[in-house]
Each structure stands twice: as structure tokens, then as C-alpha cells.
């Protein structure tokens, strides 16, 4: 089919258009190249060295792959370009990557929050609103978080995939039975523009017959697919600082270099991780099993496992000799919660799940020590606070 990977530049869009074009699609992506920049801002870069994104596509046709196209865009901004975009290519799909994804950046000014809600939820809107301008039967594979559910108590219920059946009570005593979005409970101004964007899907899929499947996914670990390891040009990302270094990453590149994990508060926090490869699994199996015409939006929790912060920081100082450090949390939340989450539909659909042994470990801890000298250790703390007395609190440990 031919495919837009929208955002497909960035940590978790490269190895997915990589692996829907090793697929054999038709794979074009549009991006504006912001992630880059705000590299620049935040004087920080990958620890992994990453080529442009002319190199990467260069690199992709030269080793075999079959050829991937880009186009410079901003969907946020640039309606009219996005819609004759649309008319022209005719795509079968569109994979929606194309959001601001750090939770710590979102929450860092007053000027990251605007800039978070602005590209998010007008680049989400832009595109359901060209779509349905357009005149196509387009299918939407939207990467969204499992934090649009919170990460309160759930009181060991099993959240299950995007939609709860709920009693309502009537003034009468009498009840009527009725299936909902599961309620939302963001934890950051990121996360509220995927809430958002769950409510923007419901309207135009109940209004417009946009065809939508909104997979909710987890923390992501590792760097780099089978794809993306077939040539040093095709390397992916690999953030470890404190805005947008995901945790488990951080913990193994912190081990690498010989710098205590950071953890934050009491390392009770339970978070739903997946690898990158099966994160590019996941949006495959999306895309060859759409929804039908009139269906429903789908929702799949995109996750293969479960853990407690401090519980991984024990088995990664375990395997590789690290010290643990526990420092205040700059983060707004629970001491502590549970997450069981319902993840049968891509099981369902051959998900084999990558789970967190040893080897795969060992591997991130390989790359991040191969590339140990270009990491700027005064970029590892995260000081983006959620409140005043979350930050006060950095300051002052």
C-alpha cells in the first residue's frame, strides 16, 4: 500500500517507515525536521550520531531497500500543502507520528506547553479535517501513549483497550448499560494533547466515517530494528537526556558510562514498556488490519510488559555493577501505582512480544558505551519541574 509516515524523522518514525518500506509499501515521509531543532535549543544531540535525513534515505537505496521519498512539511502549519498533498499522492494510509513526545519538554516553560498543544492537536485536527476535505477513504494509525489513562491508582483493575463498559444510574433506581472511552487522567500537558487527540478521532470517526486505529502505546527502550542496523548511516536515536530520554534508556546509558541511575522519588512508579522493534511491528500489524468502513475507532494498548521504575533500576544496576541514586521527582504524580493493562489484540494479531531479558540489555548498554564520549553529563538530570515545588525540590537536593 502506499503509506505517509507523518513525523517519520523522529525516534520512533524512522525505524517504522524503514520497516514498512522493507515491507515492500510505498513509503513517503513528511516532516518538518523540528525534533532536530529542538536539539539545537536544548544544545543536546543523540548519543548515537545520526545523519540527515537525505543521508538516511540515500543510505536506504543504496544497501537495497526499497525506495522511501520526503517531503519537508509542517502539518501543523501548512493545511493547504497537506491537502493537495493528499489529492496528489492518494495514500492508502497515513501514519501519524508527527507530535511533540516528551512529557519533561512539554512541562519545561511556559513556551514548550504552547508550542506542545500548538503542534499537536492543530497537526491532528489539520489532518482529519484534509482528509475528510480530500474526499478519501484514508486509514489514520495514530501513535498515541498509555498515558492518556493516568498513572494513579487503578485499584488493580485491568485497563482494558481504549473503551469501558460503565452502569449508569437513573433518577428511577433503574440503570442503563453503556460502553465509553476510558476516562482520561493526563499526567502533562503532552499527554493531554494525545487526550485530546482520542476526543478528535471519536468526532470524526462518529461524524465523518474517518477511518482511525489510535494505538496506545508504552515507554519505549532500545535503539535501532534489524532494518536500521543494516548500515551506520540508517542508525536511529538514542536520547538520554533529561527531557526526552526514555527512563529505561537512560538507566543503560547511565550504566554505561560509570553515572548513578536516576531515580526519581521512590521508584514505585509502574510503567508499561516496549521494545522498538515490536513498536514497528505493531504499527505494521495496524495498517494490514484496518477498520472497516462505519466501524468504531480501534484502540490497541501498544505494551508487552509492566514494571515498577525502581524495580528496573535494581535489575539494570544488578547486571551491569551501577550504583542507584534516589533524587526528588520532578514530576507531578502518585508515590506509587499499579498498571495491569489488556494488550490482546496484537497478540492476537502474532505479536511476539520482545520481552526484557539480559541480551537485549547488554546490547543498549554496547551502544551507549561505543558512543560514551559524546554524551554531556550536565544533560542528564532532568530539571523540567511540573510545579513550583517540584522544582524548588531539584534545586535544592
Known amino acids: ?16 517507515a524503514v520497516n514498512l518500506a522493507d515491507q515492500g509499501h510505498d513509503v513517503l515521509i513528511v516532516d518538518n525536521l523540528s525534533r532536530r531543532k529542538i536539539d539545537v535549543d536544548l544544545e543536546v544531540e543523540s548519543l548515537t550520531p545520526i545523519t540527515s535525513i537525505g543521508e538516511r534515505l540515500k543510505a536506504w537505496e543504496e544497501i537495497g ?7 519537508h512539511m509542517d502539518i501543523a502549519h501548512e493545511y493547504q500543502r497537506l491537502l493537495d498533498l493528499l489529492i496528489e499522492e492518494k495514500p492508502d494510509s497515513v ?13 519545561k516553560s511556559s513556551a514548550t506547553k504552547r508550542y506542545t498543544v500548538d503542534n499537536n492537536v492543530n497537526g491532528t485536527h489539520n489532518l482529519l479535517a484534509a482528509i475528510v476535505e480530500s474526499g478519501q477513504d484514508i486509514h489514520v494509525v495514530h501513535l498515541g501513549t498509555m498515558g492518556v489513562y493516568g498513572y ?32 482520561a487522567s493526563p499526567g502533562s500537558v503532552y499527554h493531554m494533547t494525545k487526550t485530546l487527540d482520542q476526543l478528535l478521532f471519536l468526532y470524526y ?3 465523518d466515517k474517518v477511518r482511525i486505529t489510535d494505538l496506545h502505546q508504552g515507554i519505549v527502550w532500545g535503539t535501532n530494528t534489524d532494518a536500521t542496523d ?7 536515536r538514542f536520547d538520554y537526556d533529561g527531557d526526552y530520554g526514555t527512563v529505561l534508556n537512560r538507566f543503560l546509558m547511565q550504566a554505561a558510562i560509570g553515572y548513578p541511575l536516576t531515580v526519581h522519588g521512590t521508584g514505585g512508579q509502574t510503567r508499561a ?3 522498538i522493534r515490536d513498536s514497528v511491528k505493531c504499527v505494521q500489524l495496524a495498517l494490514e488490519n484496518p477498520p472497516t468502513q462505519g466501524e468504531r475507532v480501534k484502540i490497541f494498548n501498544q505494551m508487552t510488559e509492566s514494571h515498577q521504575v525502581g524495580e528496573l533500576a535494581k535489575k539494570v544496576a544488578a547486571l551491569t555493577g551501577a550504583q542507584v541514586n534516589n533524587l526528588p521527582n520532578p514530576r507531578n504524580e502518585a508515590v506509587e501505582n499499579d498498571l495491569i493493562v489488556d494488550n490482546r489484540c496484537f497478540i492476537e494479531l502474532g505479536l511476539n512480544p520482545t520481552t526484557l531479558d539480559d541480551g537485549l540489555l547488554k546490547e543498549v548498554v554496547e551502544i551507549a558505551t561505543r558512543y560514551a564520549d559524546r554524551c554531556d553529563r550536565n544533560r542528564i538530570l532532568c530539571t523540567s519541574a511540573w510545579t513550583k515545588t517540584q522544582a524548588q525540590a531539584i534545586a535544592t537536593a
Open 205 to 207: 470517526n462518529k461524524n
Open 230 to 236: 543494516r548500515d551506520p548511516r540508517l542508525t536511529n
Open 273 to 275: 514498556f516496549i521494545h
Open 95 to 107: 501514519v501519524h507520528f508527527a507530535e511533540q513526545r516528551a512529557a519533561p519538554y512539554s512541562m
Open 65 to 71: 531497500g526499497k525506495p522511501m521519498r520526503f517531503v
Open 152 to 183: 494513579g491508582s487503578h485499584r488493580g483493575a485491568t485497563i482494558p483497550e481504549g473503551y469501558l463498559k460503565v452502569e449508569v444510574p437513573q433518577p428511577d433506581g433503574s440503570r442503563f448499560e453503556e460502553e465509553i472511552l476510558h476516562p
Open 1 to 16: 500500500m502506499k503509506v505517509l509516515v507523518l513525523g517519520g524523522d523522529g525516534f520512533c518514525g524512522w525505524p517504522c
